[in-house]
Nanobody, 124 residues
């Protein structure tokens, strides 16, 4: 079992930056592929980014590539999402997820554990 707790969300103006954190507890954090997803009001939860267990490989949704960076610190059991040049359409609840599969694709079914989410609001 893995428990995930996100933090770092908030209100920011368009063009600003935020860094989200996801702290994990429970089983060995470094054995998990980690991902970030987001869900805007009235929309389905969508993939944002993922990172391999070692941090050596990453994968991004086209809509955030170049603006967002996922990273992890296995010594701190934490995964991060650095979000730059934020736009109003980035407004959503952001969720951290952990999975045992090795692929980095966007499938929600690849992830076994989910956090409660943190709200990100980007004002225009």
């Amino acid at each position: 079992q893995v428990q995930l707790v996100e933090s770092g969300g908030g209100l920011v103006q368009a063009g600003g930056s935020l860094r989200l954190s996801c702290a994990a507890s429970g089983r060995t954090f470094s054995s998990y592929t980690m991902g970030w997803f987001r869900q805007a009001p009235g929309k389905e939860r969508e993939f944002v980014a993922s990172i391999s267990w070692s941090g050596g490989s990453t994968y991004y949704a086209g809509s955030v590539k170049g603006g967002f960076t996922i990273s992890r610190d296995n010594a701190k059991n934490t995964v991060y999402l650095q979000m730059n040049s934020l736009k109003p359409e980035d407004t959503a609840v952001y969720y951290c997820a952990a999975g045992t599969v090795r692929r980095l694709g966007p499938r929600r079914s690849d992830y076994d554990y989910w956090g409660q989410g943190t709200q990100v609001t980007v004002s225009s």
